[in-house]
Each structure stands twice: as structure tokens, then as C-alpha cells.
């Protein structure tokens, strides 16, 4: 098994977990959900300020080279933005501002995020075209399986595949994009966060805020700071 560099990690995140992000989020307008109600439950909880949070293990299989490789983290989903941490790296994302620590090196970099500009938004990462992934439900052994396929071939990912257990809990991701590559995500512990609810877990206070480790050099490429293009 190949190792995984902290970009790799990045890129293969974007493949898997984040398209499972999307779906729930509803940030991909090219994702229609009126033929899977799971799907549309999914997002109405985001659109009331639930929380959803799940570990995972995201395993990249490459169709010519038989390679595969992994990686581990956490993540949560909520309609602010969202917040995935790995071994290697911490990436959130709220609003305008994407905010992103390297571990190896100990930088953060702060940028404007545009999801129209960013390779590894949701909505990029499923289609670039409205209208053009057909969503449905289909009943599985413990719950449902949202399936999505790409009417363009050359949209980036070609199949999704979400299984969700009862109580809208997605365990299982998978992607296959147009060469075959597939990517299978494994949401462990899912459950959806109440904030100030009492009992359960508790949501993390600055959730979708980075907060810069001690001696990390700061990297600020946002306009507005004059740090931009």
C-alpha cells in the first residue's frame, strides 16, 4: 500500500467524504433529490442546524495500478460549512474563509474560498452541469442506499453510492469516477449533533473555526487582507 502524501490526502478526501458532504449539505445544485426522501431529510436536518459527525476511513483503489491507499479522520457536517481532520492535515471551511493546517510543516493558510473555483468543492466534485445526476432510493438489508448516477461522461464521478441506516445515519460512501478509480468510505459512529441540546455529544465550541497551533507560520492569501491575487 502506497503512502499518502498530505495532497493526496486532500484529493482522495474530496472524492470520498465530500461527496457524501454534498449530499448532505445540498451545496450541489445539480444533485436532484425529489426521487430520494432520505436524501432530502438529510438536508432539511442541516437546514434546522443539526450537526452531522462521523469518523472515517476513506480507501482510494486505482483501477490501472491496483494501488490503494487510506486515509483516516473525522468530520463534521453543518449547514455553516464543514470540518475534516486527518492525521496530516485539519481543513474547514465556513463561508467565504477555507482555513487549512499542515501538520508535517506547521503552516496554516488562510484563503477567500469560492466553491466555483475550488477543485475540491462538493458541488465541483459531482458535476459542473445542473440537472445532471439522477438521485433515487433503493431499499436495502438495514436501510436505504441513495444512488446517484452522472448522465455526463465527463463529469468527475461517474457513480455515488451513500447507504444510510435508520434514523438518517449514513455509514458507507462510495464513488466511482470515469476511469474506474473507486473510493469507499466508511462513516463510523455517525449521529447527528443538536447544538446546546443537553446530553449526547457535545459539539466542539469554534467547530468551524480554525484554531492556529502554537509556532505555525501563517500563510493569509485572502483579498481582503491584501494577501490575494
Known amino acids: 500500500m502506497m503512502a499518502l502524501t498530505p495532497s493526496a490526502a486532500r484529493a482522495q478526501l474530496a472524492v470520498g467524504v465530500l461527496a457524501a458532504a454534498a449530499l448532505l449539505l445540498g451545496t450541489a445544485g445539480s444533485v436532484s433529490g425529489q426521487d430520494s426522501p432520505t436524501l432530502e431529510r438529510m438536508r432539511d436536518r442541516i437546514s434546522m442546524g443539526q450537526i452531522y459527525y462521523a469518523r472515517f476511513e476513506s480507501v482510494y483503489f486505482d483501477s490501472f495500478t491496483l494501488d490503494s491507499s487510506v486515509v483516516q479522520g473525522t468530520l463534521w457536517l453543518g449547514e455553516e460549512g464543514y470540518r475534516v481532520e486527518t492525521a496530516q492535515q485539519t481543513l474547514v471551511v465556513s463561508g467565504t474563509v477555507s482555513q487549512v493546517w499542515d501538520a508535517d510543516r506547521n503552516r496554516v493558510i488562510l484563503s477567500d474560498y469560492r466553491e466555483e473555483e475550488d477543485d475540491f468543492a462538493p458541488s465541483v466534485v459531482l458535476s459542473?452541469?445542473?440537472?445532471?445526476?439522477?438521485?433515487?432510493?433503493?431499499?436495502?438489508?438495514?436501510?436505504?442506499?441513495?444512488?446517484?448516477?452522472?448522465?455526463d461522461p465527463y463529469a468527475n464521478l461517474r457513480e455515488i453510492r451513500l447507504e444510510v441506516r435508520r434514523g438518517d445515519l449514513p455509514y458507507r460512501a462510495t464513488s466511482v469516477d470515469p476511469a474506474?478509480?473507486?473510493?469507499?468510505?466508511?462513516?463510523?459512529?455517525?449521529?447527528?449533533?443538536?447544538?446546546?441540546?443537553?446530553?449526547?455529544?457535545?459539539?466542539?465550541?469554534?467547530?468551524?473555526?480554525?484554531?492556529?497551533?502554537?509556532?505555525?507560520?501563517?500563510?493569509?492569501?485572502?483579498?481582503?487582507?491584501?494577501?490575494?491575487?
Open 128 to 151: 459542473d452541469q445542473d440537472d445532471d445526476m439522477l438521485a433515487s432510493d433503493v431499499r436495502i438489508a438495514g436501510g436505504v442506499a441513495v444512488e446517484l448516477v452522472s448522465k
Open 180 to 229: 474506474d478509480n473507486r473510493t469507499v468510505t466508511r462513516l463510523i459512529g455517525s449521529s447527528w449533533l443538536i447544538p446546546g441540546a443537553p446530553g449526547g455529544r457535545v459539539v466542539p465550541t469554534g467547530l468551524f473555526t480554525l484554531e492556529i497551533p502554537p509556532g505555525a507560520e501563517v500563510v493569509d492569501l485572502r483579498e481582503a487582507t491584501g494577501g490575494g491575487p
